[in-house]
Antibody
Framework: QVQLVESGGGVVQPGRSLRLSCAAS????????MHWVRQVPGKGLEWVAV????????FYVDSMKGRFTISRDNSKNTLYLQMNSLRAEDTAVYFC????????????????WGQGTLVTVSS | QSVLTQPPSVSGAPGQRVTISCTGS?????????VHWYQQLPGTAPKLLIY???NRPSGVPDRFSGSKSGTSASLAITGLQAEDEADYYC????????????FGGGTKLTVL
């Protein structure tokens, strides 16, 4: 069965960096676009970024462009989110999610989600 | 302020029908992009409930249905059950500069 397991969250000081990972299993990871979505505790969902199935393209929500980098290692079936210059407002649960499309066809909606990893930015 | 607008809360008694609205604009729903719905039970990850406006993934009961018209969409739940109590989010694609994927602010469904 499809499984997505995030890790790497924790408490980090403002201005520091953190890298999140999402280990995928139960499907051919290299065939699917992947996304990061975040949720401030008690609030709604916010899309962060997408990466193509082969890593050839990445797109970000404007507010995170330049600070966050999405990447993937298809040989390790793992998705990453490098977060730099973290701010208090980046405190959230970060979910990885699989795009419902296949290969080059991205559908920009999500059929499987991980359980999320909590990032707390605080001094 | 979410790009898609949902009511903060709705409620209904067991067995009743409830609807949740999702209002967008000409850069997302009104531009013809599909609407998708997710259910988030307390303390869990979101789950795809409806995709492509009115399609249910395997395993989702037919009590859940979606529709779309103009710049709005709706999720209907019939035969309300206690386990339907959750947060529901609509989602679409947006062709403006701010981003690709947009969500509604979420609607808390309370089963009375």
């Amino acid at each position: 069965q499809v499984q997505l397991v995030e890790s790497g969250g924790g408490v980090v000081q403002p201005g520091r960096s953190l890298r999140l990972s999402c280990a995928a299993s139960g499907f051919t990871f290299s065939n699917y676009g992947m996304h990061w979505v975040r949720q401030v505790p008690g609030k709604g969902l916010e899309w962060v970024a997408v990466i193509w199935f082969d890593g050839s393209n990445q797109f970000y929500v404007d507010s995170m462009k330049g600070r966050f980098t999405i990447s993937r290692d298809n040989s390790k079936n793992t998705l990453y989110l490098q977060m730099n210059s973290l701010r208090a407002e980046d405190t959230a649960v970060y979910f990885c999610a699989r795009d419902r499309g296949f290969g080059e066809l991205l559908r920009y909606n999500f059929d499987y989600w991980g359980q999320g990893t909590l990032v707390t930015v605080s001094s | 302020q979410s790009v898609l607008t949902q009511p903060p809360s709705v409620s209904g008694a067991p067995g009743q029908r409830v609807t949740i609205s999702c209002t967008g604009s000409s850069s997302n729903i009104g531009a013809g992009y599909d609407v998708h719905w997710y259910q988030q039970l307390p303390g869990t990850a979101p789950k795809l409930l409806i995709y492509g406006n009115n399609n249910r993934p395997s395993g989702v009961p037919d009590r859940f249905s979606g529709s779309k018209s103009g710049t709005s969409a709706s999720l209907a739940i019939t035969g309300l059950q206690a386990e339907d109590e959750a947060d529901y989010y609509c989602q679409s694609y947006d062709n403006s500069l701010s981003g690709f994927v947009v969500f509604g602010g979420g609607t808390k469904l309370t089963v009375l």
